[in-house]
């Protein structure tokens, strides 16, 4: 009993140095508490790693619980597939002829307005350019210099023509003179009644104006040469200055802007006082009375639309057809365009820049497995579809071959038979599970 009070006497003095910090090495120690709420997490966890070994590891892959309700079943059909895809298109003039300035200018007169219909050769704008008019001006002086030289040369050479003539005539009268002075004298001398030396002068004059008419003939025959040549130049420089003078005069007449074809003119805006450059664009002239459709379609399809395929739109009760006439090979954000041309005559109430929606056939019309065109699309790919069991219940991942697609219907090529039901709404919630379990819902 003795050590039993000795061992309580040591642990009340223990207990009084704790009390009172007698002990520097000893101080209280607070007593860690689980609460209810410590208790609840890990429940909370357990549950959780519970879940996610159901979903992840079970036998039947990644799994699912969805209500139907959120979910869209499409059966799968046989029918006609057919292979078009809608097209929207606007109207556009079959022909176009761009307005452009021939000539720079001030700009004058403005003669009509954008939309006017005008007809070929009719005044449309009236510009000025005083540079032009002076180089016209100038020419034209050249020209007329040119011209004057010309005639001078021409007077001249007929002057020298006539001066030669006028010369040959007095010598061929003197020539005819002393010849038959010279036979009278012959005569006169064999009988003795005439000088010698007399005689002799004459047959030295004669022989002078011989000698004379000679050179006269060389002079005229080498002025005219002279002159040939100097009209030939003048006329060939008066013939280029006279090309000059016409072109820089059809220039001026360019001044004044007409229309090149008929129809009827868009995209014009002219204001008296505007300076136009050489080349401008001014507007444009459109066939008022033929049209086309030109359409954007989505470069997916680039390599399936090819030319004379058909194109067809309702309207006024009347199915209009046209092919394809022109594919632009450039893609610009996402999209190319064609060229559409009426196979007929087309619509009387047609205007520029109207929507036409039309619809393109891509390929022949062809019996088909087919599943409704959904938005399950962009998250398979075509690769893979979620197919639901025959009773309903459960859905499960497939993969499957799928072909053709227009706004309706997808046509199926593999993996899918008639009467079997496939999800066609959005995946995008669950396209990393492998089934779903549908939970039914009122």
């Known amino acids: 009993m003795g050590t039993i009070s000795s061992m309580e006497k040591a642990a009340d003095n223990t207990t009084a140095n704790v009390a009172t910090g007698n002990s520097p090495m000893d101080r209280p120690i607070a007593k860690r508490r689980f609460g209810p709420s410590a208790a609840t997490a890990g429940v909370i966890l357990v549950l959780l790693a519970l879940a996610a070994w159901f979903v992840f590891m079970s036998p039947a892959g990644r799994s699912l619980t969805i209500a139907d309700s959120r979910l869209m079943v499409s059966p799968v059909v046989a029918g006609v597939f057919e292979d078009t895809i809608p097209v929207r298109a606007r109207v556009a003039p079959l022909k176009t002829v761009f307005l452009d300035a021939v000539q720079g200018g001030r700009v004058e007169q403005v003669l009509v307005e954008d939309g006017a219909a005008v007809v070929a050769g009719q005044a449309i704008v009236r510009l000025s350019n005083s540079d032009l008019q002076l180089s016209v001006m100038s ?249 639901v069991s025959p009773d309903g219940d459960t859905a499960a991942k497939r993969t499957v071959k799928l072909g053709r697609r227009n706004t309706q219907f997808i046509e199926v090529l593999e993996g899918l038979q008639q009467g079997e039901q496939v999800i066609t709404s959005p995946y995008t919630a669950f396209r990393d599970m492998d089934r779903l379990v549908m939970n039914k819902t009122e």
């Open 139 to 387: 020419t034209e002086s050249r020209v007329m210099e040119q011209l004057n030289s010309m005639r001078d040369q021409e007077l001249r050479l007929e002057q020298n023509r006539l001066s030669h003539k006028r010369t040959l005539v007095e010598v061929d009268y003197q020539i005819r003179r002393l010849e038959r002075e010279i036979a009278r004298r012959e005569e006169l001398l064999a009988k003795g009644h005439a000088a010698q030396s007399n005689y002799d002068d004459l047959v030295d004059e004669l022989a002078y104006y011989r000698a004379r008419r000679t050179v006269t003939l060389e002079s005229q025959a080498s002025d005219e040469r002279l002159m040939a040549n100097q009209l030939a130049f003048f006329k060939d420089n008066t013939e280029v200055m006279e090309a000059n003078l016409t072109h820089a005069r059809r220039s001026l007449e360019e001044l004044n802007v007409r229309a090149p074809v008929a129809g009827r003119l868009s995209g014009f805006s002219m204001e008296i006082g505007q300076n136009v450059a050489r080349g401008m664009r001014l507007g444009q002239i459109d066939n008022a009375n033929e049209f086309k459709l030109v359409a954007n379609i989505d470069e997916f399809y680039l390599g399936r639309v090819d030319l004379d395929q058909i194109v067809d739109f309702e309207r006024g009760g009347r199915t209009h057809r046209l092919r394809v006439a022109k594919i632009e090979p450039n893609v610009e954000k996402g999209q190319f365009e064609v060229d559409i041309k009426f196979l007929a005559e087309a619509p009387s109430d047609l205007r520029r820049g109207q929507t036409i929606q039309s619809k393109l056939t891509l390929g022949d019309a062809s019996e088909a497995l087919l599943i409704p065109n959904g938005s399950f699309f962009q998250d398979t790919v075509c690769q893979w579809i979620f197919v």
